[in-house]
C-alpha cells in the first residue's frame, strides 16, 4: 500500500493547497480550507463487474486514445429517451441523451425526490435503479404509493450510500436509468473523507460519470444547495455534468419551476412548471391559464405583460401598489422582478411622464412566483404603477410587450408574432407594442387590434386618457 498523503480542500470551490490558507486565493473566502487524506491503495474488484474510476495512478489501462482528423469523424445524432414527462423533455432539449449525467438541486423539501421517483415509476419501458443514501425503503414505498401509478415491477430500490457496493448492485440489475438521491451522501473508499467533502463529491462524481460514459446509461443526480441558492460542494462539480437543473418555488405555494443553467445537449433558457398536488406532481401544459386564470373584476394597479421563457411564451399578470410614504424613505420593494430596474423604470415615469413617485411607496409582484427578467415587461410594470398611482384600472382585455428606454422611448422587443399568437389563444383583444416591431408580420391575420407606439405617454394618454 502507498503511503496516504493530506491535502487541504476549500470547501466552498474546490481549491487545493499542500498546507492550511486562512483567505482561499481563488474564491476569497475564510477559514474553509480542510485537511482530508487522499488514499492511494488499490482495490481489488470481482471478474466481470464495471470498474469505477480510480486515482490510482499507473492502474491498468485498456486501451490508449488517439488522435484522429476532424474531418474522419462521423457525427451522428443519437436518438433520445423520451419520458412520459414532457416539462421534463423541454428542459432537456428533447429527452434524455444516452450516456448523459444530469444534476438537479433545489431547495429542502421543494420536491427534487419527488419528481424523481415519479420519473423513476412512469419509465414503463425501462428498467430503473434508485439509490437512495437519505431515506429508508419503507420510507420510499410509502411516497410511491403517493403517486399516480406508483407501481411499477422494474424500478428497483436500493439505500445505500457506499460507491463499490452500488457498482455491484448496478452489475445485478442493469439498469436503463440510474437515479442518485443524492450525490453529497455517497462516498467512496478509494478516498479517505466524510461524505459531502469536496474530494468525496467528485471522486463519487467521476465514478458515475464515467459509468456513464462506458454504458451509455443516463444518470441523474439529485444535489443539495446553499442558503444563497448554489449547488453544494465544490464548483467543479457543475462542470463535471453534462445538465445542471434547478428546481424553485416556495414551498408555501403549489407552484414548481424547473429551469436549465447549463445543457451541453439543448438550450439553457427553457422552462417547465409543475403543481404540486396530493398525488404527486402535475405538469402545466399551459401555464398562461393558470397564471391568469384568477382574474375577476378589473382592479387597479395590474397590467398583462407577454414574455418569453426560452421557446414558450406566457402571458403574466404584473401587480403593482403605490401609497403615500409612511415614514420619510419611500420604500421600492419587488417580488420576481429586478428591484434595480424597477427603481429605472420609476425615474424614467418621474423624468419623462412628470408622475411624482419620490413620495410614495412601490410595491410591485409578478403574479404565480414567478422569476422573470424579460425586457417586454417594462410596459407592462410602468402601466401598472400608473394604474395603482391614479386608482384606474386597466381593461382586461388589454396586453402589453415592449421595452422602455430612458429617454421614455417604446422599444422593439424579440418574437412579438408568438406572443400575440398566444394573447390571442387566451382571448385579449389589444396589445401595445413598439413601432419597431410588427416588420414582416402578418399580424392582419390575428383577431387582435395592435397598437404600435414609440413614447411611454403615448401608451399612459391610450390607457388612462
Known amino acids: 500500500m502507498a503511503k496516504a498523503r493530506t491535502v487541504y480542500f476549500c470547501q466552498s470551490c474546490g481549491a487545493q493547497s499542500s498546507k492550511w490558507i486562512g483567505r482561499c486565493p481563488v474564491c476569497g473566502e475564510w477559514n474553509t480550507y480542510v485537511e482530508e487524506v487522499i488514499q492511494k491503495e488499490t482495490v481489488a474488484t470481482t471478474t466481470g463487474q464495471w470498474k469505477p474510476a ?75 435503479l434508485y439509490v437512495s443514501g437519505e431515506e429508508s425503503e419503507a420510507q420510499i414505498k410509502m411516497r410511491a404509493e403517493r403517486l399516480a401509478d406508483g407501481q411499477h415491477p422494474g424500478c428497483y430500490i436500493l439505500t445505500e450510500t457506499n460507491t463499490q457496493n452500488i457498482f455491484r448492485q448496478i452489475d445485478q440489475v442493469q439498469p436503463n436509468l440510474l437515479v442518485i438521491d443524492s450525490i453529497q451522501t455517497m462516498h467512496s473508499t478509494l478516498v479517505e473523507s466524510g461524505a459531502g467533502s469536496v474530494s468525496q463529491v467528485r471522486e463519487c462524481t467521476a465514478e458515475f460519470l464515467k459509468f456513464a460514459k462506458e454504458t451509455s446509461t443516463p444518470v441523474m443526480l439529485i444535489g443539495h444547495i446553499t442558503k444563497d441558492g448554489s449547488i453544494a460542494g465544490p464548483k467543479i462539480l457543475e462542470h463535471m455534468v453534462d445538465t445542471v437543473l434547478q428546481f424553485e418555488g416556495d414551498r ?40 391568469l386564470s384568477q382574474r375577476g373584476e378589473s382592479l387597479s394597479g395590474m397590467a398583462i405583460g407577454a414574455t418569453l421563457e426560452g421557446n414558450r411564451p406566457l402571458l403574466v399578470e404584473v401587480q403593482a401598489l403605490v401609497t403615500p410614504a409612511t415614514y420619510g424613505t419611500p420604500q421600492r420593494s419587488s417580488t420576481g422582478f429586478d428591484a434595480k430596474r424597477l427603481q429605472m423604470l420609476l425615474a424614467v415615469l418621474e423624468k419623462r411622464a412628470g ?111
Open 252 to 291: 408555501h405555494m403549489s407552484y414548481r419551476i424547473l429551469r436549465t443553467t447549463k445543457n451541453r445537449f439543448g438550450n439553457t433558457s427553457e422552462l417547465g412548471i409543475y403543481e404540486m398536488q396530493g398525488d404527486g406532481l402535475r405538469q402545466v401544459s399551459n401555464p398562461s391559464e393558470i397564471l
Open 355 to 465: 408622475l411624482r413617485l419620490g413620495q410614495h411607496d412601490v410595491f410591485l409582484n409578478i403574479a404565480g412566483g414567478l422569476r422573470l427578467d424579460d425586457p417586454a415587461l417594462d410596459l407592462a410594470v410602468c402601466a401598472a404603477v400608473v394604474s395603482s398611482l391614479n386608482d384606474v384600472p386597466i381593461p382586461g382585455h388589454v396586453c402589453l410587450a415592449a421595452e422602455v428606454g430612458l429617454s421614455g422611448e417604446i422599444r422593439a422587443v424579440t418574437r412579438l408574432d408568438q406572443r400575440l399568437a398566444e394573447a390571442e389563444k387566451l382571448g385579449f383583444r389589444e396589445m401595445y407594442v413598439s413601432q419597431f416591431n410588427g416588420k414582416g408580420l402578418d399580424l392582419a391575420r390575428l383577431g387582435m387590434k395592435t397598437y404600435a407606439v414609440g413614447r411611454l405617454d403615448e401608451v399612459l394618454d391610450g390607457l388612462f386618457g
Open 54 to 128: 480510480s486515482t490510482v495512478p499507473g492502474g491498468n489501462v485498456a486501451k490508449a486514445a488517439k488522435s484522429v482528423p476532424l474531418n474522419s469523424i462521423l457525427a451522428e445524432d443519437e436518438p433520445r429517451i423520451l419520458t412520459p414527462d414532457g416539462e421534463l423533455n423541454r428542459v432537456l432539449g428533447g429527452g434524455l441523451v444516452p450516456g448523459s449525467i444530469i444534476l438537479i438541486g433545489g431547495e429542502p423539501g421543494i420536491g427534487k425526490s419527488t419528481l424523481m421517483l415519479q420519473i423513476a415509476l412512469s419509465m414503463r419501458k425501462m428498467k430503473v
